[in-house]
C-alpha cells in the first residue's frame, strides 16, 4: 500500500502547492501547471509496459527500482532551481510512479486467496482513500511552514520505509521467476511515447503559443496524429504487440475506457481549480487552501465502505450513473461561488464530490473489466489507466485555458459598465477618490481610485471564469450518464481486483 500511497499523496500535494511553484521560480500560474501534466503523461507511457518489466526483470525487483526513481526524482524536483528542471524531474517522477499502482495491486492480489481478497483490497482502497484526505492540508502546512520543496521532500521518507518493507517481505511467485516475456515491442512503445510527449507539449504550451495560430503547435500536433496512427497500426498488426488494441471490441472495456477518460478529465479539473481559485481569488494561504479542499477525502471515506456493499447487492451502472449525476450536481453548486464566501462555504459540495468519485472510481473500474477473461485483465488494466492519465492531462489544460480566455472575454464585457456618467461607477469613484484623497492630492487620488476599480474589474473577470469552468464540468458529467446506460450488467465474480486511483 505505501507505494501508491506515496504515489497519490504527491499528486494531491502538488495541486496545493502550485502558486508557491510559480512564485518561486519565476513562472506563471499556467506555467506551474505543467507540473502536474508533465507527471501525468510520463506516468501514462509506463503503464502498458509495467506488465513487461515485470515479467522480465521480476516483479519485486522492478517495484523496488521504480520506488527508488521515484524517491530520487522526488528530491530533485524539490532541489529545482527552474521551471525547466522540476518539469524534466516531475517527468521522471512519473515515470517511476507509473507501475506503482499495478505492481501493488498485483502483489496483493496474489498474496490472499480468492476469500480473503475483498478484505484485502478494502484495505488497500482504504490506504488510496486516505492520501488525498492528507495531502491538500499536509501540502499547505508544509508549504506555508517550510516551503514547497518540503511537498516533494515528503516522499522520500516513505519510498525509504517502503523500499525495506517490499525488500524484507515481498517475494516473486514461481511463474514470475520462470516467465520468457520475450522481446519489447520497441517500435510501438516508441511510437507510444512520441505521441504522448506531443500531447503534453501540445498541452502545456497551447495557451501560451495561442493553440494552433502557432506553427510550433501545428507541427506538433501533425507529429501526434502521425505518430498516433502508426501506434494503432503497428500494435494491430503484431502478433505479441506492446498493448492488445482488439481488447477494445468489448463493448463494456470500450465504454469504460471513455467514461475514465472524461471523468479523469473532470476531476484532475476540479483538483486543479479549487486550490487556485482559494489562493488566487480569496487570497488563501496553501495551509488554509488545502484545509478547505481536503474534505473531498472525508467524503470518499465514508462512502467507500458503502460502495463496496452495494456492488454487490445492485446493478453497478446505477451507482455509476448516482456518481456522475453527484459531480455534476456539486460542480453547479460550485458555480454558485463569490468572492464573499467563507473557507467552508462549499464544504458540502466538496464532501459530496468526494462520495460521487467514490461512487464512480471502483464500480466503474469493475464494470469496465468485468466481462474481460483473467488473461486480458493486465493488458486491460494498463490501457483503462492510461486513458483516466491522459484524460486528467487533458482536463488541467483546458480548465486552465478557460480561465485565462474567459477571464479576459468577461472583462472585455464588464467595461463596458465602467463609463463616466454611469450612476454606480460615478458613485463609486467619488468614494474611493475621498478614501485616497487624504493621503495624496486630487490626481494621484484619482489615479488610486482608477488603479482599485480596475483591481475589482480584473478578479470578479476571473470569478466568472472559474464559473464558466465548473459548469463545464458539470455539463461533461451530465453527458457521461447516457454512455453509463450503453454499459452491460456485469456479475463480480469472486475476488475481482478493483482499481480505485
Request: charged content about 10%.
Amino acid at each position: 500500500m505505501l507505494p501508491t500511497f506515496m504515489e497519490v499523496l504527491d499528486t494531491s500535494i502538488a495541486s496545493v502547492a502550485l502558486p508557491h511553484i510559480a512564485g518561486s521560480l519565476s513562472a506563471t500560474t499556467d506555467e506551474a501547471t505543467w507540473v502536474l501534466t508533465s507527471y501525468l503523461v510520463a506516468n501514462a507511457i509506463i503503464l502498458p509496459t509495467s506488465s513487461w518489466f515485470s515479467l522480465r526483470f521480476g516483479r519485486r525487483n522492478f517495484l523496488l527500482t521504480c520506488i527508488v526513481i521515484f524517491s530520487v526524482a522526488s528530491f530533485t524536483c524539490g532541489a529545482a532551481t527552474s521551471l525547466g528542471m522540476i518539469l524534466v524531474s516531475r517527468a521522471i517522477q512519473g515515470a517511476g510512479g507509473g507501475a506503482l499502482q499495478p505492481l501493488s495491486q498485483a502483489i496483493l492480489l496474489e498474496s490472499f486467496p480468492p476469500a480473503k481478497r475483498g478484505s484485502a483490497m478494502a484495505v488497500f482502497g482504504l490506504g488510496v482513500v486516505v492520501a488525498p484526505v492528507l495531502g491538500p492540508t499536509l501540502g499547505g502546512w508544509l508549504t506555508d511552514s517550510y516551503s514547497w520543496r518540503w511537498a516533494f521532500y515528503i516522499n522520500i521518507p516513505i519510498g525509504v520505509a517502503a523500499l525495506w518493507m517490499i525488500w524484507q517481505f515481498v517475494k516473486d511467485p514461481p511463474y514470475i521467476k520462470n516467465a520468457k516475456p520475450g522481446r519489447i515491442d520497441t517500435i510501438g512503445f516508441g511510437l507510444l511515447a512520441i505521441w504522448l510527449a506531443a500531447l503534453q507539449i501540445i498541452l502545456d504550451k497551447g495557451q501560451e503559443d495561442d493553440w494552433f495560430g502557432s506553427n510550433g503547435i501545428r507541427w506538433t500536433f501533425v507529429i501526434l496524429i502521425t505518430a498516433f496512427i502508426a501506434f494503432l497500426i503497428v500494435e494491430m498488426r503484431l502478433k505479441q504487440p506492446l498493448v492488445n488494441l482488439r481488447i477494445f471490441s468489448n463493448r463494456n472495456f470500450a465504454l469504460g475506457c471513455v467514461l475514465i477518460g472524461l471523468f479523469g478529465a473532470t476531476i484532475y479539473g476540479i483538483v486543479t481549480l479549487l486550490p487556485l481559485f482559494y489562493q488566487t481569488l480569496m487570497g488563501y494561504t496553501a495551509q488554509a487552501a488545502g484545509i478547505a479542499v481536503s474534505p473531498r477525502g472525508i467524503g470518499a471515506l465514508v462512502a467507500m465502505p458503502f460502495i463496496g456493499l452495494l456492488t454487490s447487492r445492485m446493478d453497478n451502472r446505477w451507482i455509476i450513473g448516482s456518481g456522475f449525476m453527484g459531480f455534476a450536481l456539486t460542480s453547479l453548486w460550485m458555480s454558485g461561488a463569490n468572492l464573499q464566501m467563507s473557507q467552508w462555504s462549499l464544504l458540502w459540495p466538496v464532501v459530496i464530490s468526494g462520495m460521487a468519485s467514490g461512487m464512480i472510481f471502483v464500480p466503474l473500474s469493475t464494470t469496465a473489466l468485468g466481462t474481460l477473461r483473467n488473461e486480458q485483465i493486465g493488458n486491460a488494466s494498463g490501457l483503462y489507466n492510461l486513458l483516466r492519465n491522459v484524460g486528467g492531462s487533458i482536463g488541467i489544460s483546458v480548465v486552465n485555458t478557460l480561465v485565462a480566455r474567459h477571464s479576459q472575454t468577461h472583462q472585455a464585457e464588464m467595461v463596458h459598465d465602467l463609463a463616466t456618467g454611469r450612476l454606480v461607477f460615478d458613485q463609486r469613484l467619488q468614494a474611493l477618490q475621498q478614501v485616497f484623497s487624504k493621503t495624496a492630492g486630487s490626481v494621484l487620488s484619482r489615479q488610486r481610485a482608477y488603479g482599485m476599480i480596475q483591481q475589482d474589474l480584473s478578479l470578479q473577470a476571473a470569478l466568472w471564469s472559474y464559473i464558466d469552468d465548473f459548469r463545464i464540468l458539470a455539463v461533461v458529467c451530465l453527458c457521461c450518464v447516457p454512455i453509463v446506460m450503453c454499459l452491460r450488467k456485469v456479475k463480480k465474480r469472486a475476488g475481482a481486483p478493483s482499481l480505485a486511483h
